[in-house]
């Protein structure tokens, strides 16, 4: 470790961990480098934050994170090669940008997000969290928004568009989207034995779909 008190100046490496406790979070790696009068940190090597969250946690990787802001304001920032973990979803991009006082999290340039058997891309991903529950309620797809979605045989139930808005369940599953502008839809209906009975594709200026269990059960336009 190496401290420059004239400068508020901090080094160190090997096993470091940075504890918030106002924001329940806790970010490790082998190489930091703390600024104290800009309240800012810069960790690389396995870089990884750690956010807590009820009845579950966020994990975010990248090849350097930053943080910055006092603990009621604070942001983190990570950089090349970001990747997100959650118990029921996963996402990956080239960066990642985390709010911890608005609960908004960017994933930006070429982000794809998973979540159950739904796969989105897009310009940009935004992860809402309720503040209050402390838990994901809410998803922002801005620009060449694309999902698709594994049916219950061999199908891929696709959707494209503009901008897309997804809600999350208390199960933290997805259970409507809303696909807005230029949205298209490519629909595999099958009987309920699981025969295909046609291949069904809409065209419209929006689309929502309604989720059970992941599962598309309801397309209105």
């Not at 930091?32 to 009068?37: S, T």
């Not at 309720?130 to 838990?135: E, F, G, M, R, S």
């Not at 419209?204 to 309801?218: C, G, M, P, R, T």
Request: charged fraction near 25%; charge should be positive; include cysteine.
């Amino acid at each position: 470790m190496y401290f420059n008190q004239k400068n508020n100046f901090a080094s160190a490496t090997n096993n470091i961990k940075v504890t918030d406790t106002v924001n329940r979070s806790i970010i490790t790696g082998h190489y930091a480098e703390v600024f104290k009068e800009k309240d800012s940190v810069f960790i690389t090597k396995r870089a990884l934050a750690k956010s807590f969250q009820e009845n579950d946690s966020i994990y975010i990787h990248a090849d350097k994170l930053m943080v910055t802001g006092k603990p009621e304001n604070r942001i983190i920032r990570g950089y090349k090669n970001a990747k997100l973990y959650k118990l029921d979803m996963n996402g990956k991009c080239d960066s990642i940008y985390i709010n911890q006082k608005t609960g908004i999290t960017k994933m930006i340039k070429k982000p794809i997000l998973w979540s159950g058997d739904n796969q989105m891309t897009g310009d940009t991903i935004q992860l809402i969290n309720n503040l209050k529950t402390d838990k994901i309620d809410s998803l922002k797809v801005f620009y060449n928004t694309f999902i698709i979605n594994k049916d219950s045989i061999n199908g891929f139930n696709q959707c494209k568009g503009k901008e897309l808005i997804g809600l999350f369940n208390k199960d933290n599953q997805l259970h409507n989207i809303d696909i807005n502008k230029n949205a298209e839809y490519l629909y595999y209906a099958r009987q309920e034995d699981g025969t295909l009975i046609g291949i069904d594709k809409k065209i419209s200026a929006s689309i929502n779909l309604k989720l059970v269990d992941n599962q598309v059960e309801e397309l209105t336009n």
